[in-house]
């Protein structure tokens, strides 16, 4: 379960990186085309593999489902927060 959890924070983070507001605000740079597609690619597989996890862990699919979106909601607010808090510490 903290694989699965760990691979959708990784896979929020590279969703987000993949935006030009978020590089910027992170890297202070240009974001490439080829690194834009690289991240998305890299988000998408990783939300489906921390899925699959869970799924395979969890004898319940409704329960996985369930535990799966809180924890994806728990880890849109930490990667939120933490966009905020480097594109401030400048």
């Known amino acids: 379960m903290l694989i699965s959890i760990f691979l959708q924070?990784?896979?929020?983070?590279?969703l987000s990186l993949a935006m030009d507001k978020?590089?910027?605000a992170v890297v202070h740079g240009a974001?490439?085309?080829?690194?834009?597609v690289v991240l998305r690619i890299l988000g998408w597989v990783s939300l489906l593999i921390s899925f699959g996890?869970?799924?395979?862990?969890?004898?319940?699919l409704a329960i996985a489902v369930v535990d799966w979106l809180a924890?994806?909601?728990?880890?849109?607010l930490l990667v939120a927060l933490?966009?905020?808090w480097k594109s401030v510490k400048r």
Do not use: D, F, V
Not at 9 to 14: F, H, I, M, Q, Y
Not at 53 to 60: C, D, G, R, T, V
């Open 9 to 14: 924070t990784l896979a929020l983070a590279c």
């Open 22 to 24: 978020h590089y910027n």
């Open 31 to 36: 974001l490439a085309t080829k690194r834009k």
């Open 53 to 60: 996890l869970l799924i395979a862990q969890q004898p319940l």
């Open 71 to 76: 924890w994806l909601s728990c880890n849109i």
């Open 82 to 84: 933490l966009l905020c």
